[in-house]
């Protein structure tokens, strides 16, 4: 008779709580990670993801409950030294954890001289790291200079240097590119495969849940549901409705009237019906849309964000909906499809260096035009560019009917800019910093209290108008910022990457403004996004690469090509992903 080996959790979590002095960032969390597997944990920022993965790591005490790794309790700096050598820690932070002014090189040879990695051993690790991502004719780049999906991947390699056993990495892809994305998790797969190591990882993206083999929904410090990724998408049973209907605004108001979770994606209005049959799912919808036009329905399965979105609202964890009906912001809308924004020739250099090379587009009132590209494409650029703030090396550009070369502060006047970064003051509230960016934009002082009023109602800021901005959730934050950059009544508005990092029910509420904007008032939006969902919003798309526009269209149009030339996409459920993967490559697929 053969002994039954045991198999013993890698990572153990029992009743875990954190707390920043009078705040529980994290609230009796239990946890257990298999060994040779890729374990998620998915939430908004917040929601206690880094404090878990920082107490797992060893680096961060802990006020209640017990964390065993490798079958070390970790509740001391001596204790925690015990598995330090065994694992592998990436923090949260585009290169946050290496040296700017070393290349890439150097931050290697400093972690493998850190980790005490034998000579002996070192030149080849380093060259199968280098070669696995890309990173090998970067060597004598100092890190500065890297683009954000290279730092991530630099991160990594000097995360992995030491061949850690478990590899826990906060957040790894935030900010990153979509072709920086699927590099990262291309060689966290071939690690996977080749050494049998086992993952800790969170993320912010929903989509990348499919990545893992169990997963964590946390939010607000507790685990809201825990699985495979395909029983966390049936925790709350229902069906997700596509609707294309006609006039779409009145039809989104209608469905919100009577379903709680509908959101606007491009032309479609996606539904989801909870306990329903599709038939039935269906039969629910359109009778809400009686005498609308329906030019399209169909049902299908949802997505686990919607799945998280309604776990949220059943637990009553999603709040109130911040997208109000919007009182007219311009008294005098442009005509739709009215050109707002155009681009001839922009080009920008630094030096020797060209960020942006001739690119040229149309954005029109009411559209929402989206730039998407990997970090270092030029889409700030084109965005500095065009607002004034960066002059163009060559090209032209008009922004509400203005000349951007010459019109200066014209252009500044017509136009609302939401950088990529938090530029609001956090040590003022929110009423303070409405009020100073309305005297910024020169709001005639009998407008002001009307202006402000109507920001509070559109960003759901009811209830917060006295606290500092910087003591914000990261949405909220965001709609704050959007009220200001909104608050002088623009015609064009220009977002660049405004949701990064904000929970899907923020981005959600974020996106309900943009199309009450778009539809309503004809304001012409440019935005850009890592999130590809996002993405399905735009009504049309340029995809930048190395500083020139590569596609333009919109989205189905570019679905439809990338069809036509690289043929139909399938997926494929299996227990055993990894050796399907590795079967698939070889006969020549591209996953």
Known sequence: MVAEIQVYPVVEVQGFCKRYRRQVAVDGVDLSIQPGGIYGLIGPDGAGKSSLMKAVAGVLTYEGGAVDVFGVRVDSEAAAEKVKGRIGFMPQGLGLNLYAELSVEENIDFFAQLREVPSGVLAERKRKLLAMTRLGRFRDRPMKNLSGGMKQKLGLVCTLIHEPELVILDEPTTGVDPVSRRDFWAILAELLRERGITALVSTAYMDEAARFHRLSLVYGGRVLAEGEPEQIRQVVPGVLVEVEAEPQIEALQRLKNDFPQVEAVGPVLRVFVPGASPEAAQEQVAKSLSCLTIKAIHARDPELEDAFVALLRQRKLAGESAAKAAVMLLDDPPPRDEIAIEAKGLTRDFGHFRAVDHVGFQVRQGEIFGLLGANGAGKT??????????????????????????????????????????????????????????????????????????????????????????????????????????????????????????????????????????????????????????????DHLALMHAGHIIADATPAQMKQALQQEAGQLLEIATDRPLVALKLLEEAGFEG
């Not at 000349?403 to 014209?410: E, H, L, N, P, S």
């Not at 939401?418 to 005297?439: C, G, P, W």
């Not at 009998?446 to 006295?466: C, F, N, P, Y």
């Not at 405004?498 to 974020?510: H, K, L, Q, W």
């Open 381 to 538: 650029t084109v965005i500095k560019m065009l607002t004034g703030i960066l002059p163009p090396t060559d090209g032209e550009g008009h922004v509400a009917g203005a000349d951007m070369r010459r019109a200066g502060q014209a252009i500044k006047e017509r136009i609302g800019y939401m950088s990529q970064a938090f530029s609001l003051y956090r040590d003022m509230t929110v009423l303070e910093n409405i009020r100073l960016y309305a005297r910024i934009y020169a709001v005639p002082r009998g407008q002001l209290k009307s202006r402000t009023d109507w920001v509070i109602e559109m960003a759901g800021l009811h209830g917060v108008e006295d606290r500092l901005a910087g003591n914000l959730p990261m949405g909220v934050r965001q709609r704050l910022a959007l009220g200001c950059a909104l608050v002088h009544r623009p015609r064009v508005l220009f977002l660049d990457e405004p949701t990064s990092g904000v929970d899907p029910i923020g981005r959600r509420r974020f996106w309900d403004i943009l199309v009450q904007m778009a539809r309503v008032e004809q304001v012409a939006i440019l935005v850009t996004t890592h999130y590809m969902s996002e993405a399905e919003h735009c």
